[in-house]
Every structure is written in C-alpha cells, then in structure tokens.
C-alpha cells in the first residue's frame, strides 16, 4: 500500500518568513495531493490540493509543488502570520483510490 | 462548520467495554469516511462507506465495526476497549465515493479508555 513520509515533523518560523514542509510518496500510481491544516483542538480542513497533470499551484500565500518523478511534494507558506500555526498533513491517493494515506503531520510554530 | 456532525463529543469509559460513535454527513454527501488520531500522531484510516456500502478499509482492528444507514449517518462500534484505543475519532464526507473528492471533517469524538 501506500505511505507517506512527511518533513520535518516540527516547524518554527519567524513571522513573515517562508515555510516548506515535503512529503514524500511510494505508490506511482498516486495521483492526487491534498494538504490539511489543524488548529489546535479543531478539525482537518483542506487547504489547497494537486493533480498530477499540474507540477505547481497557488492560492494566495501557499503553494504546493509536485515531483512525480520523484514522488515527492512540498507546501510553500509565504509571509507566514501567527494564524498559521497548525499542524498541516499531507496525503495521497490514487484516481482509483478510495483511501487517503496521511503523513505523519508537521507542526508549524509562527513566532510574532 | 463544516456540515458534518458527530456525537458525542467526549466519551469517557472502562477498558473491555463497548461504545458507538455517531456521524451525520453533510446534505447531499454520500460517502463518510472514519479515521483515528492518537496523541500526537497523523490520520488513520479505518473505513470508508458509500451510500450504505463498505467502499474501502484501512488499518481498521477486528474489535472494531462501521455501517452506514438507509439516510446516510454512520456509526462506529469500538468493542472489548484498550487503553490504547484512546483517541480522537474523526468522521469526514465527501460527495463521491473517491478520495479525490474533497473531504470535510467531523468536530471529532475524543474516547477516554481508563
């Protein structure tokens, strides 16, 4: 099956710097990326995903990247405010799939 | 608010006991998908149902149980409870019944097995 390594497991930023947390994937046959951010006591909700037949999206001050050839992918938070500090995941899936394989999580910490 | 609900909220038992979790998806979303989040760890999938079939399994243990019902809510039954069973029990929905489709998530379960 599939799995999902995700780096590093803990981030800590200076407010308006850049964050990039990577992840990476086994099966090839993956083919969808979503990324999910937690706040602290609340629920996963999606923040921005990736299709294979994209190599890179944006949305406002994130951005994901994908490397199939590589089978990895990485979220970019750019200007980062206090309000991101969460813990974001990472996923994959394949078209076929039913299942979302998460990584292992990443806590990012902005420091005002 | 996601649309996605679940009961209850927290839940407070004995090992070797059982419990059910409820979830109600969001209108119109026929899949719901179950996930467990320990301490400091990621999303575990357990099991996913489609419009009132099992679609996909997990990493989901024996003691453990789900079905969904005829209007769609689902339930999942946690029986002769560990200690490590302990979690956060997350329900999510989607509209379809591939991942690809985005899932909205539950306000969680927290299970206490003392």
């Known amino acids: 099956g599939e799995n999902v390594e995700q780096h590093p497991s803990t981030l800590s930023v200076q407010e308006g710097d850049s964050a990039v947390i990577k992840c990476t994937y086994s099966?090839?046959?993956?083919?969808?990326f979503p990324w999910y951010k937690q706040e602290l006591g609340k629920r996963p909700q999606l923040i921005i995903d990736i299709r294979s037949n994209v190599g890179e999206k944006k949305d406002q001050r994130i951005a994901v990247t994908l490397n199939k050839t590589a089978k990895h992918f990485s979220l970019h938070i750019t200007e980062t405010q206090p309000e991101d500090s969460a813990v974001y995941f990472c996923?994959?899936?394949?078209?076929?799939?039913?299942?979302?394989?998460f990584g292992g999580g990443t806590r990012l910490m902005v420091k005002p | 608010d996601s649309g996605v609900t679940q009961t209850p909220k927290h839940l407070i038992t004995a090992t070797g006991q059982r419990v059910t979790l409820r979830c109600s998806p969001r209108s119109g979303d026929l899949s719901v998908y179950w996930y467990q989040q320990s301490l400091d760890q990621g999303l575990q999938f357990l099991i996913q149902y489609y419009n009132g079939e099992e679609r996909a399994k997990g990493n989901i243990l024996e003691r453990f149980s789900a079905q969904q019902f005829p209007d769609l809510h689902s339930e999942l039954n946690l029986s002769s409870l560990e200690l490590g069973d302990s979690a956060l029990y997350f329900c999510?929905?989607?509209?379809?019944?591939?991942?690809?489709?985005?899932?909205?998530f539950g306000p969680g379960t927290r299970l206490t097995v003392l």
């Open positions: 996923a994959a899936s394949s078209y076929a799939g039913n299942m979302l394989t």
């Open positions: 999510a929905s989607s509209v379809g019944g591939s991942a690809i489709n985005e899932q909205f």
């Open positions: 099966d090839s046959a993956s083919n969808y």
